[in-house]
């Protein structure tokens, strides 16, 4: 009965010694079966990662009132298309941000969908609502930049930052589309 009592230990520390040994390797598999999952499951889209509609219409209230103040496209621009509205027109500038908040919403990949008042080429086209600013490309580069330091303003992570400028310089020969070079403004 001994020695049927030690070939019983011993298939037991040979079951214990493989399930340790099998144990690692199992969790291995499972770690890389989980990390080749979390890897499927799709990125966030733009407009997740910028933190929704909330987060965008907070930075697009700054980035509109900046841009009102800004001496080379606000309120004392030499062009007087751009001066005239952000003097005479600010009433519009709620309804403005509104559309500004959708449109990038929208360009993000979100829910929300924009639809021009002035509808340009594209659902999102903007041509057709700049076109009578007359706004130079050196006027959309001071915009831009406007926007750019808006989002440090908010540290926007780089990644975000970027894809949010690159969204917006892709619409420049849009918004560009009514100035004529050396032709007479206003």
Same mark, same amino acid.
């Given at each position: 009965?001994?020695?049927?009592?030690?070939? /019983?230990?011993?298939?037991?520390?040979?079951?214990?010694?493989?399930?340790?040994?099998?144990?690692?390797?199992a969790?291995?598999?499972?770690?890389?079966?989980?990390?080749?999952?979390?890897?499927?499951?799709?990125?966030? /889209?733009?407009?997740?990662?910028?933190? $929704?509609?909330?987060?965008?219409?907070?930075?697009?209230?700054?980035?509109?009132?900046?841009?009102?103040?800004?001496?080379?496209?606000?309120?004392? /621009?030499?062009?007087?298309?751009?001066r005239?509205?952000?003097?005479?027109?600010?009433?519009?500038?709620?309804?403005?941000?509104?559309?500004?908040t959708?449109?990038?919403?929208?360009?993000?990949?979100?829910?929300?969908?924009?639809?021009?008042?002035?509808?340009?080429?594209?659902?999102? $086209?903007?041509e057709?609502a700049?076109?009578?600013?007359?706004?130079?490309?050196?006027?959309?580069?001071?915009?831009?930049?406007?926007?750019?330091?808006?989002?440090?303003?908010?540290?926007?992570?780089?990644?975000?930052?970027?894809?949010?400028?690159?969204?917006?310089?892709?619409?420049?020969?849009?918004?560009?589309a $009514?100035?004529?070079a050396?032709a007479?403004? $206003?």
């Amino acid at each position: 009965m001994a020695k049927a009592r030690s070939t /019983s230990i011993s298939r037991r520390s040979v079951v214990a010694a493989l399930a340790l040994t099998a144990a690692p390797a199992a969790l291995a598999t499972a770690d890389n079966a989980h990390a080749q999952a979390k890897d499927a499951t799709p990125e966030k /889209s733009l407009y997740e990662r910028l933190g $929704g509609v909330f987060a965008i219409a907070a930075v697009i209230d700054h980035f509109s009132d900046a841009v009102v103040k800004n001496p080379i496209v606000g309120q004392k /621009s030499k062009n007087p298309q751009l001066r005239e509205w952000h003097t005479k027109n600010l009433q519009r500038l709620p309804g403005l941000k509104f559309m500004r908040t959708l449109w990038v919403c929208n360009v993000a990949g979100g829910p929300f969908q924009f639809t021009a008042t002035r509808p340009g080429k594209t659902p999102v $086209g903007l041509e057709e609502a700049h076109r009578n600013l007359r706004i130079s490309p050196a006027e959309f580069d001071e915009v831009a930049a406007e926007l750019g330091r808006t989002l440090s303003f908010f540290k926007l992570p780089k990644r975000e930052k970027d894809e949010v400028l690159a969204a917006f310089a892709a619409h420049k020969d849009e918004v560009t589309a $009514g100035y004529v070079a050396g032709a007479k403004r $206003g």
